[in-house]
């Protein structure tokens, strides 16, 4: 996903935001059903006042890896040893549709996150008291722009592999430092606080990761290349990339993988082409 600040904004500057798994572009209220046999183990609402800033409704599934009609080939490169489960979590949903859904028998109530935002819960759904759902299952509706967070009807999917390694293709294989759904995370989407009221926290709701680090530019050392440690002299450019912003980085650190593993909606047969030659930059 292009960082539209990089083209629009007041001055210009690079993208620092990795888009994190795959947007699937559809019709308002398309449902989304559930890809394999598994558990729904949390569905909510987090309110935003921000348009393009907001995930609207969220669903997070588990799914046993016995259930995934993925190759050999695939758990061993993809889960390397990971033989319990792998989580996936829907975003841009619409509360309405999704979280009041009849045919699960579900209900909402409202809890306060913080100060200023809220959450709107299906309190009887969490890790430790999840909704079994089959195949195929109607699980959810994409929202609108007015209850998916502002953005166009899309539904956006993060596969989880809960792997604790991750293994290259040329089988080299190295720690992955921080799940993203660890066991921490999913345990603390419901808990209880001093007075034994229900507390629950967003999980699986991250679509995009950013990169803070300074984008200045400065003028280098035209034999040793390297910036020189005093007086720095700051350029008039645009930095081409930033360093620790990158898929594979994400996949390795952080366990996640490509959700086409599930829904096969795009692969290299996809009509694809690059903005700079559509547009001769």
Same mark, same amino acid.
């Given at each position: 996903?292009?960082?539209?600040?990089?083209?629009?904004?007041?001055?210009?500057?690079?993208?620092?935001?990795? &888009?994190?798994?795959?947007?699937?572009?559809?019709?308002?209220?398309?449902?989304?059903?559930?890809?394999?046999?598994?558990?729904?183990? !949390?569905?909510y609402e987090l309110t935003t006042k921000v348009a393009f800033a907001g995930v609207g409704t969220v669903l997070v599934?588990?799914?046993?890896?016995?259930?995934?009609?993925?190759?050999?080939?695939?758990?061993?490169?993809?889960?390397?040893?990971? *033989?319990?489960?792998?989580?996936?979590?829907?975003?841009?949903?619409?509360?309405?549709?999704? /979280?009041?859904?009849?045919?699960?028998?579900?209900?909402?109530?409202?809890?306060?996150?913080?100060?200023?935002?809220?959450? &709107?819960?299906?309190?009887?759904?969490?890790? *430790?008291?999840?909704?079994?759902?089959?195949?195929?299952?109607?699980?959810?509706?994409?929202?609108?722009?007015?209850?998916?967070?502002?953005?166009?009807? &899309?539904? &956006? !999917?993060?596969?989880?592999?809960?792997?604790?390694?991750?293994?290259?293709?040329?089988?080299?294989?190295?720690?992955?430092?921080?799940?993203?759904?660890?066991?921490?995370? #999913?345990?603390g989407y419901h808990t209880k606080d001093k007075s034994n009221k229900d507390k629950f926290s967003p999980i699986?709701?991250?679509?995009?990761?950013?990169?803070?680090?300074?984008?200045? #530019?400065?003028?280098?050392?035209?034999?040793?290349?390297?910036?020189?440690?005093?007086?720095?002299?700051?350029?008039?450019?645009? !930095?081409?990339?930033?360093?620790?912003?990158?898929?594979?980085?994400?996949?390795?650190?952080?366990?996640?993988?490509?959700?086409?593993?599930?829904?096969? /909606?795009?692969?290299?047969?996809?009509?694809?082409?690059?903005?700079?030659?559509?547009?001769?930059?």
């Amino acid at each position: 996903m292009l960082d539209l600040e990089a083209f629009i904004a007041k001055r210009l500057k690079p993208p620092k935001f990795m &888009h994190i798994g795959e947007d699937y572009i559809a019709k308002d209220f398309e449902p989304v059903v559930m890809p394999y046999d598994g558990q729904i183990i !949390a569905a909510y609402e987090l309110t935003t006042k921000v348009a393009f800033a907001g995930v609207g409704t969220v669903l997070v599934a588990k799914i046993p890896v016995d259930n995934l009609l993925w190759s050999p080939k695939e758990k061993e490169i993809l889960l390397n040893n990971n *033989k319990d489960c792998i989580y996936v979590s829907f975003l841009h949903l619409d509360a309405q549709r999704t /979280l009041n859904n009849k045919n699960f028998n579900w209900s909402t109530e409202t809890f306060e996150l913080g100060s200023s935002r809220t959450m &709107h819960v299906v309190k009887s759904v969490t890790p *430790k008291t999840p909704k079994e759902v089959k195949k195929g299952t109607i699980i959810g509706y994409l929202g609108d722009n007015s209850s998916n967070g502002g953005w166009m009807s &899309h539904a &956006h !999917a993060n596969l989880f592999t809960n792997r604790e390694n991750y293994l290259s293709e040329n089988y080299f294989s190295s720690k992955t430092t921080s799940l993203e759904l660890d066991k921490k995370r #999913i345990d603390g989407y419901h808990t209880k606080d001093k007075s034994n009221k229900d507390k629950f926290s967003p999980i699986g709701n991250i679509g995009v990761r950013s990169n803070e680090q300074s984008t200045k #530019i400065y003028e280098v050392d035209p034999m040793t290349g390297e910036i020189p440690k005093m007086n720095k002299k700051e350029l008039p450019e645009i !930095a081409l990339y930033l360093n620790n912003l990158n898929m594979l980085g994400f996949e390795k650190t952080k366990g996640y993988a490509n959700p086409n593993l599930m829904y096969k /909606l795009r692969d290299e047969r996809t009509v694809s082409f690059s903005v700079k030659e559509v547009n001769k930059l």
